[in-house]
């Protein structure tokens, strides 16, 4: 599938040309609000390359769903054989991507020089990418048509993007739903992305008047 796979690739490089653009002239965070824009890009770069790697995996595997339908019914292959090869079929492409965003978006922006930090980034970044495609997939395989798969598909989109620490803290989630926090996977490709880029860094941040953060 040459132009699922072009497409991704494509998008990659756009998201990360397109975001890290905004902070291709201040490269180094100096106040609240400039720690505040580099945390929301992170969140937003990668819930949009998460979002594209499901929708964009749902038609494919539709397609080739229905043919392994036939061939099973002609007893040539069974279930085993199409979800080795989907999933082995896949990974080499998840890390292209992944390289792909992870070089244009790092450097950009101005992330720390540091080997260490770099392939922390680039391996969270795409386990991101293979748990939203691989949920694509077996959303796919769940459901009738594709359509209805990519109705599950933003509902879990939707739950990870509230629950994923950004838009509510987590201090802040009310007990009931605590659970989504815990649940969704974008909370933990977050912490891992943010842990790895900023764990140990020193760099002195004014903080806003007013925020929590002042008034400690």
């Known amino acids: 599938s040459p132009g699922y796979n072009r497409v991704r690739l494509l998008v990659s490089g756009i998201v990360a040309l397109l ?31 998460g979002v594209n790697a499901m929708n ?46 992870v070089v244009l978006w790092y450097f950009t922006v101005g992330f720390a020089l540091n080997a260490g930090k770099f392939f922390l980034y680039f391996l969270f970044m795409f386990l991101s990418l293979a748990v ?27 739950m990870s993007g509230i629950f994923g620490g950004i838009l509510i803290r987590p201090q802040y989630i009310p007990t009931f739903w605590l659970w989504g926090y815990w649940t969704f996977p974008l909370h933990y490709v977050l912490e891992g ?9 020193n760099t002195t941040i004014v903080a806003s008047y007013g925020s929590p953060i002042f008034d400690a």
Do not use: W
């Not at 653009?21 to 824009?37: K, L, Y």
């Open 19 to 49: 975001f890290g653009s905004v902070f291709a002239s201040q490269r180094v965070p100096e106040n609240e609000g400039d720690m505040n824009s580099r945390v929301t890009s992170i969140y937003i770069t990668t819930l949009f390359l």
């Open 56 to 101: 964009t995996v749902l038609p494919v595997f539709e397609v080739e769903r229905n043919m392994f339908y036939r061939h099973k019914a002609s007893l040539m292959y069974d279930y085993r054989a199409i979800g080795l090869a989907f999933t082995l079929v896949e990974v080499p492409f998840i890390i292209l991507a992944s390289m792909v965003f």
């Open 132 to 158: 939203f495609t691989f949920l694509g997939q077996g959303f796919m395989a769940i459901f009738p048509d594709s359509q209805t798969a990519q109705g599950f598909g933003s509902l879990l989109i939707g």
């Open 193 to 201: 992305l943010f842990t790895s880029q900023f764990q140990g860094d």
